[in-house]
């Protein structure tokens, strides 16, 4: 079955970086768009960055754009976020999943336990 392992997050400091990734398996992983989410305390979860098949496309939403970087290495089935310039709002829970947007009929519903990242001084 659609699996998602998420690992990499933890505590950073304001200014400096994390890489998160995300271990799929269950579905031939090359042929889908994969997508970054995140849910901070107490809002919903949302869309950070997402890229197609082939690496050709990425997409990012505003708050973060310059700052993190989606990749993906179709050998290892394995999806990653560098995350950088760390701000207190980018505390939340990272996800990933299929697709290149919430609503895309490739979303899994088998969710990952996801990885914190905790953004403090």
């Known amino acids: 079955q659609v699996q998602f392992v998420e690992s990499g997050g933890g505590l950073g400091q304001p200014g400096g970086s994390l890489r998160l990734s995300c271990l799929a398996s269950g579905f031939p992983f090359s042929t889908y768009f994969m997508s970054w989410y995140r849910q901070a305390p107490g809002k919903e979860r949302e869309l950070v960055a997402w890229i197609s098949n082939g690496r050709e496309t990425t997409e990012y939403i505003d708050s973060v754009v310059g700052r993190f970087t989606i990749s993906r290495d179709d050998a290892k089935n394995t999806l990653y976020l560098q995350v950088n310039k760390l701000k207190p709002e980018d505390t939340a829970l990272y996800y990933c999943?299929?697709?290149?947007?919430?609503?895309?009929?490739?979303?899994?519903?088998?969710w990952g336990q996801g990885t914190p990242v905790i953004v403090s001084s």
């Open positions: 999943n299929r697709g290149a947007h919430p609503a895309a009929a490739s979303v899994s519903s088998a």
